[in-house]
């Protein structure tokens, strides 16, 4: 079967820097999404890999490894507003989108 | 504003009735996709629209139905509802082709069926 882990919830302290991981298996691979959830409200687009290796796009970076079906996204100095959930999707061979279930990230003062 | 737009908002329902939940984008997106998301669980893909006059099944499509009759709309149709479609709902878009795989989601719709 096709499965995506990743961590249900982490918190962090305002300004420091968070790493969420997310583990998967999947029928092929066609790119790694990362989509940021605040609460009550849509997802949005944060981030696609398709190739090894690491991605920044300002505070946040994500970073793959196909052989490892391995990922991770990297939150750099952590803002109130950062709380949210994390969700980890995966496209499968049939262009299918895989999602992880979410991570919930709690900023403490 | 570009977007996609839902509705209802939310809506509490009784057991057995019918339910037609409302997706609308402007952006001109090929492809549409109905989303159920649950406590605890990843989205789950329930229909979806690969362009205007198509329509393919997901990972739970039972109990649910859509049509695609043109490029903006994309109702998604509880015949008779049951109370395990207690969820939220969103609709999302996306363009087609290689590299044009993000999706926009609109707000969703929250949906209690008593």
């Known amino acids: 079967g096709q499965n995506i882990d990743q961590p249900t919830e982490m918190t962090a302290t305002e300004g420091a820097i968070v790493q969420i991981n997310c583990t998967y298996q999947?029928?092929?691979?066609?790119?790694l999404f990362w989509y940021q959830q605040h609460a009550g409200e849509a997802p949005t687009f944060l981030s696609y890999?398709?190739l090894d290796g690491l991605e920044e796009k300002g505070r946040f970076s994500s970073f793959l490894s196909r052989s490892k079906g391995y990922s991770y996204l990297l939150l750099k100095e952590l803002q109130m507003k950062d709380s949210a959930s994390y969700l980890c999707?995966?496209?499968?061979?049939?262009?299918?989108?895989?999602w992880g279930a979410g991570t919930k990230l709690i900023i403490k003062p | 504003i570009a977007g996609i737009t839902q509705a209802p908002t939310s809506q509490i329902l009784a057991a057995g009735r019918r339910m037609t939940l409302r997706c609308t984008q402007d952006?001109?997106?090929?492809?549409m996709y109905w989303y159920r998301q649950d406590l605890g669980l990843g989205l789950r893909l329930i229909h979806y629209?690969?362009?205007?006059?198509?329509?393919g099944k997901g990972e739970v499509p039972d109990g649910y139905s859509v049509s695609r009759a043109n490029t903006d709309d994309f109702p998604l149709t509880l015949a008779s509802a049951v109370p395990s479609q207690t969820s939220v709902y969103f609709c999302?878009?996306?363009?087609?082709?290689?590299?044009?795989?993000?999706?926009?989601f609109g707000a969703g719709s929250r949906l209690t069926v008593l």
């Open positions: 629209s690969n362009t205007a006059g198509t329509t």
């Open positions: 952006m001109r997106h090929n492809a």
């Open positions: 999302a878009s996306s363009d087609t082709g290689p590299g044009a795989n993000v999706l926009t």
């Open positions: 890999n398709v």
């Open positions: 999947t029928s092929g691979f066609n790119g």
């Open positions: 999707a995966v496209m499968d061979s049939n262009y299918q989108l895989i």
